[in-house]
Nanobody
Framework: QLHVVESGGGLVQPGGSLRLSCAASGLSLDYYAICWFRQAPGKERDGVSCISNYNSGTWYAESVKGRFTITGDNAKRTVYLQMNDLKPDDTAAYYC??????????????????????WGQGTQVIVSL
């Protein structure tokens, strides 16, 4: 059974950094993509960043480009999201999700929640003085 666990959230001041981790287990296919989504109170859950182990491709939302970096350790089935220069608008619950299969991030790619097979429980990130 596919299972996803996030960790690494917390409280940080504006301009600070955090690293989130996402560990997946129970994968039945060799290839998969792992994406981070976030949801602020009263807002939709939107994609933040994704990585595919098929070709090490990555995708970032415009709002985090240049500040967030996603990396993966395929042997550990773990993905990391390094978040630098955090802003108050980054405050949200961050969720990790897995989609099994060969996932390619084309120029118009946007992660869709319905495509993902398993979700973590979420980890809270608060950016505040």
């Amino acid at each position: 059974q596919l299972h996803v666990v996030e960790s690494g959230g917390g409280l940080v001041q504006p301009g600070g950094s955090l690293r989130l981790s996402c560990a997946a287990s129970g994968l039945s296919l060799d290839y998969y993509a792992i994406c981070w989504f976030r949801q602020a109170p009263g807002k939709e859950r939107d994609g933040v960043s994704c990585i595919s182990n098929y070709n090490s491709g990555t995708w970032y939302a415009e709002s985090v480009k240049g500040r967030f970096t996603i990396t993966g350790d395929n042997a550990k089935r773990t993905v990391y999201l390094q978040m630098n220069d955090l802003k108050p608008d980054d405050t949200a619950a961050y969720y990790c999700a897995v989609e099994e299969g060969i996932i390619l991030f084309g120029p118009n790619y946007v992660p869709k929640k319905a495509d993902f097979d398993s979700w973590g429980q979420g980890t809270q990130v608060i950016v505040s003085l």
